[in-house]
């Protein structure tokens, strides 16, 4: 039996239960809602619904990522009891817990110099992360050891698609990712700014589309390009909310109304806390394998 353990961030974004019954490790990120501070722990703390409400109502929201005393409190935890570990931490091109990860690794390697521990950059987030996540847990189940999974994942992390949008840029030009100039455009003219990771894990916009209908449909034209297979696509597809769920049931049912050959139904999520800080509400992402990902 392999005695290595997958491990992630609770960036990932699926459910805590999902997590567990595929035996997948995790370590939460921190996030504070009007000063007080919080674990980014899948709204066991506080309920999504309640989350996202908060933030419409004006509650100032920050996150925080890993610190080094945690991850190494956490890998030590595995190492000292003889599990190996593959660790894959939120994009680098949106987070710096990678580096921290890498650090906590080389100390720790220094104290138990027979155990291996890899760290991946995913360059993924959210149910994106997640989906990957959830490939790995059926290569490990299959058999597949460590160092083969390894090489596995940094061959083949750019295949996972990302491509989301937003209907409410309020949170954007909080963060300063809109300026207040082309935010006021984009809400006066009802522009739904359509998004995907790029090669380097960074968020990219690449559409400015008006209406939520018009970004949904191009969205779906996105999987129907992108997807490894076309319209025969047969993997999993996730998709992830902040509090818009009616409009994550229709992207849902198009997308299994469109690849009649999927995995199993599309599974929706919701964007945890970390993420949803910086989304706000009113956010909708799609996942999927597809051709690598090269800008």
Partial sequence: MNKYILSCCSTADLKKSH??????NYICFHYELDGKQY??????????PEFYRSMENGA???????SLGEFQAYFENFLKNGLDIIHLSMSSGLSGAFNTALVAKKMLSEKYPERKIYIVDSLAASSGYGLIMDKLADLRDSGMKIEELYRWIENNKLKMHHWFFSTDLTFYIKGGRVSKFAGAVGKILNICPLLNMDSEGRLIPRFKIRGKIRVIDRMIEQMKLYADGGLHYNDKCYISHSAFYSYAKVVAELVEQD?????????INDIGTTIGSHTGPGTIALFFWGKKRID
């Avoid at 997590?19 to 997948?24: H, L, Q, S």
């Avoid at 100032?60 to 890993?66: F, G, M, P, W």
């Avoid at 690849?259 to 599974?267: A, E, R, T």
């Fill in 60 to 66: 100032e929201t920050r996150t925080s990522q890993v």
């Fill in 19 to 24: 997590f567990e019954a595929r035996d997948i």
């Fill in 39 to 48: 674990y980014d722990d899948f709204g066991e703390t506080i309920p999504f």
């Fill in 259 to 267: 690849f009649s050959n999927l995995n199993g139904k599309v599974q």
